[in-house]
């Protein structure tokens, strides 16, 4: 993917004009300076994944749409990736083919094992319980 710092400036720009947010009322819920936000929308500046992020959180808006146009990764999923340096990187070669829908399918099937628990198991089966009498 190309970057494109000024794609991403135009949009926290846009963004920050919705929200009636002035470029110091920013700066200040990141905790970076003025002339940083200003760097970044004018596209002279990227700004990291976690300052990205932030942003995005401040403007209330998607983080991984925010991070898309930067072409950064959320440092969150680096991290899950970073734990299964060898499962998710496979996961992922596999699905690369997946339609939209069967990504969708996947999505809710991920959201039914988090709700019912049985992701916590990693996989293993319960012991079946003995028969008593005989």
């Known amino acids: 993917m190309a970057e494109n710092p000024e794609k991403l400036g135009e949009k926290i720009l846009s963004l920050r004009n919705e929200k009636r947010l002035s470029m110091r009322g920013l700066a200040k819920a990141v905790d970076v300076s003025p002339m940083h936000i200003s760097n970044i929308e004018k596209g002279f500046t990227k700004g990291s994944s976690e300052l990205i992020a932030k942003i995005a959180r401040a403007l209330e808006t998607d983080v991984d749409s925010l991070l898309h146009i930067a072409d ?13 340096p060898q499962a998710v990187p496979s996961f992922l070669r596999s699905a690369k083919d997946l339609s939209t829908d069967d990504w969708e399918k996947m999505q809710a099937y991920l959201e039914k094992l988090k709700k019912g628990g049985r992701s916590s198991g990693r996989g293993k089966k319960k012991p079946k319980a003995k028969k008593s009498g005989k």
């Open 72 to 84: 950064r990764v959320d440092p969150e999923v680096v991290e899950v990736i970073q734990q299964n």
